[in-house]
C-alpha cells in the first residue's frame, strides 16, 4: 500500500512540475479568440520551444522568461493568407513587414498558375532566406504548360500531357499543397478543362487541392465557376475559387447567383472554398485586356501582329468594346501601379497617360495607348471595377477566407494595391468593427482555422496546447487599414505582438527584425 501512495505522490509530483515547467513567452490577460468562431474566453497562452502548451485561466506564479501583458486585447491564432505572389520580393524583403504588421504569421504563394520549378530547389532557397512568415507553395499550371509547352495556343500532345504530369508530380513530392491555375493569362487561358482535370487528378493522388483563378471574373463568370467545380469533381479534390469577384457595372448583383452555385456544390457532398480581398478594385497586369491570340507564342510574335494595321486595328477595337461592356466611355479605371519605363505614370489611369502623351480624349485613342505600353513593358495594374455591396455579400459566405493577392511589399516601391498592406486589418477595423458585416469572432475564423483546414496545416489556426504558437495580439478598438490607392504605402495599425512559430516578430506595435518563419510542406512530400 506504501508503494502505491509513494508511485502515486511521484507521478502527482511530476505532473505538477510539467505543468509548471517554465515557458519561454507568458500572455497574460488577453481575449482568447480560439480560432474555431466560439466566443471569446478570458485567459493566458504559454509557449514554450515554439509551440502552445497551455491555454486558460493559469496561475498567477507561472513561471515565464518573458511576460507578455494582453489585458483588453484579442489573442488569435496568426492569420494565414492563402493567395499571395511572394517570388521575386521574398530575397528583397525577406521581414515580410507588410505582412506581419497586418497579422500574418504563413503565406500561400504559388497561385493563380505561377510558381517556381523545380519547387523543390525554391523550397531550399527559402529555407536559407529565412523569412519572417511560413510560407506554403501551390504548383502553377501555368508555370509547368509553359515549361513543357511554351506559350503554344493549341492542345498538348499525350506525351506533352505525359511530362506535365510528371512535372506536377516532383512539386507534389517536393511538398506542393497543391495545384494552381491562372486561366485568364498566358499561357494558362490555352488549357482546355480535360488537360486541367488531368494535371489535377495528379495533386489530388498527393492530398493537394485546386486552386483556381477562373477563366472569366466578369460576363462568364457563371461558366468559369462551373468549370472549376467540374475539375474539382472529375479529379476527385478539393476546390479553392482565388478571389472570388464580379468584375464589370453589368455584372454587378449577381452574387446571390455565383454563391448558389457554390453552396450547391458543397450541399452534393463537393469540398469547395473561396477567398477574397476586402476591395472593390483587382490588380492585375495591362496585357489582361488584350486577346489571347494576339499573344500566342511569346512577346516577339505579339509585336509581330501588332505590327500589322489592320490587326492592331482590330485590337483596338476589342479594346474598346470591352470598356463599351464595362458601360464606360474612358479607360478611367485602369490605373498603373508599376510601369518601370516611365515611372511617371505610376498612379495615373490610362485616360490620364493619354492626355499626358498628348493624344484626344476619345476611347480609341486610350485604347491605342494602351498598346503602346504594353509593348513597351507588361505594366502592373490596379483595375477599379466591383460593387461595395457584391463585396459584403461575398464576404458574408461562411467558406470564405481573407486574401490579400499581393506580394511581400517593397516600401516606396511603385503605387501598388492597397490589399498588400491591409486586407485583414480592413476586415477587422472597417468591416467588423464599423460595418458589423462579420462578428469578430467569425471573421478570425476566417483568417485562421479554416485556411489551416483547407491548406492541411494540422498544427496551425487554433489556439491550443501542442499547437505550434503563431499568434497575434491586437487591439479590436484601434485595428485598421491605414494603406489607400492614392497612397498605398502604409502599414496596418493595432497589432501589437505577433509571433512566428514561439519567436516574437512584432513587439509593441514594431517589427523586431526576427526572421523565423518555416516553410509548411504539403502532405504528399517524400524526403
Not at 367 to 394: P, R
Amino acid at each position: 500500500m506504501r508503494c502505491y501512495l509513494l508511485l502515486i505522490l511521484l507521478l502527482f509530483a511530476q505532473a505538477t512540475s510539467a505543468q509548471t515547467q517554465k515557458a519561454d513567452i507568458l500572455i497574460r490577460n488577453g481575449r482568447l479568440y480560439d480560432g474555431t468562431g466560439n466566443t471569446w474566453t478570458l485567459g493566458d497562452v504559454a509557449i514554450r520551444a515554439g509551440r502552445i502548451v497551455a491555454v486558460g485561466r493559469l496561475p498567477t506564479n507561472y513561471p515565464a522568461d518573458t511576460v507578455l501583458d494582453a489585458k483588453g486585447l484579442a489573442v488569435a491564432p496568426g492569420f494565414i493568407d492563402v493567395h499571395t505572389h511572394i517570388e521575386d520580393d521574398e530575397l528583397r524583403q525577406p521581414t515580410a513587414d507588410n505582412f506581419i504588421y497586418d497579422g500574418v504569421t504563413t503565406v500561400v504563394t504559388g497561385n493563380c498558375g505561377s510558381s517556381r520549378l523545380p519547387l523543390g530547389g525554391y523550397f531550399h532557397v527559402l529555407d536559407s532566406a529565412r523569412l519572417s512568415v511560413n510560407i506554403a507553395s501551390l504548383v502553377g499550371h501555368g508555370t509547368v504548360r509553359k515549361a513543357v509547352m511554351g506559350r503554344a495556343q493549341r492542345a498538348p500532345t499525350e506525351a506533352e500531357l505525359l511530362r506535365m504530369e510528371g512535372l506536377v508530380d516532383s512539386a507534389m513530392r517536393a511538398g506542393a499543397v497543391g495545384l494552381s491555375s491562372g486561366l485568364i493569362y498566358i499561357p494558362g487561358t490555352y488549357a482546355r478543362t480535360p488537360e486541367l482535370v488531368r494535371l489535377a487528378r495528379v495533386a489530388g493522388r498527393h492530398h493537394g487541392l485546386y486552386a483556381t483563378h477562373m477563366r472569366n471574373e466578369t460576363d462568364s463568370v457563371t461558366y468559369s465557376i462551373q468549370e472549376a467545380l467540374r475539375v474539382g469533381r472529375e479529379a476527385g479534390l478539393p476546390v479553392q475559387i482565388s478571389h472570388l469577384k464580379l468584375g464589370g457595372q453589368q455584372n454587378w448583383g449577381r452574387t446571390a447567383d455565383l454563391l448558389g452555385l457554390i453552396e450547391s456544390a458543397r450541399q452534393a457532398g463537393q469540398q469547395v472554398t473561396i477567398d477574397q480581398y476586402p476591395y472593390t478594385a483587382s490588380s492585375t497586369s495591362l496585357s489582361t485586356l488584350l486577346p489571347e491570340d494576339v499573344q500566342a507564342d511569346g512577346r516577339d510574335s505579339l509585336q509581330v501582329r501588332l505590327a500589322r494595321p489592320a490587326v492592331r486595328k482590330a485590337v483596338e477595337a476589342s479594346l474598346v468594346a470591352r470598356l463599351r461592356r464595362r458601360k464606360l466611355k474612358h479607360f478611367s479605371y485602369a490605373v498603373v501601379a508599376s510601369f518601370p519605363p516611365d515611372t511617371s505614370y505610376n498612379g495615373h489611369s490610362i485616360e490620364e497617360i493619354n492626355r499626358m502623351r498628348g493624344h484626344s480624349h476619345k476611347a480609341r485613342a486610350e485604347a491605342a495607348t494602351v498598346l503602346d505600353l504594353v509593348l513597351q513593358y507588361d505594366a502592373g495594374m490596379v483595375f477599379h471595377g466591383m460593387s461595395e455591396k457584391d463585396v459584403q455579400n461575398i464576404m458574408r459566405y461562411p467558406q470564405n477566407m481573407v486574401a490579400s493577392d499581393a506580394s511581400i511589399r517593397v516600401w516606396r516601391e511603385g503605387v501598388p494595391h492597397p490589399r498588400g498592406y491591409g486586407s485583414n486589418a480592413r476586415v477587422l477595423g472597417h468591416y467588423v468593427r464599423e460595418l458589423h458585416v462579420l462578428t469578430l469572432e467569425e471573421a478570425i475564423r476566417r483568417m485562421t482555422s479554416l485556411p489551416a483546414q483547407t491548406f492541411g496545416f494540422a498544427d496551425r489556426g487554433l489556439l491550443r496546447p501542442g499547437f505550434v504558437a503563431d499568434i497575434v495580439v491586437f487591439d479590436p478598438t484601434t485595428v485598421a487599414d491605414r494603406s489607400t490607392f492614392d497612397k498605398p504605402h502604409q502599414y496596418s495599425v493595432g497589432m501589437q505582438y505577433v509571433l512566428v512559430n514561439g519567436r516574437l516578430t512584432l513587439r509593441d506595435g514594431h517589427h523586431t527584425g526576427t526572421r523565423g518563419g518555416q516553410i509548411l510542406y504539403g502532405a504528399g512530400r517524400q524526403l
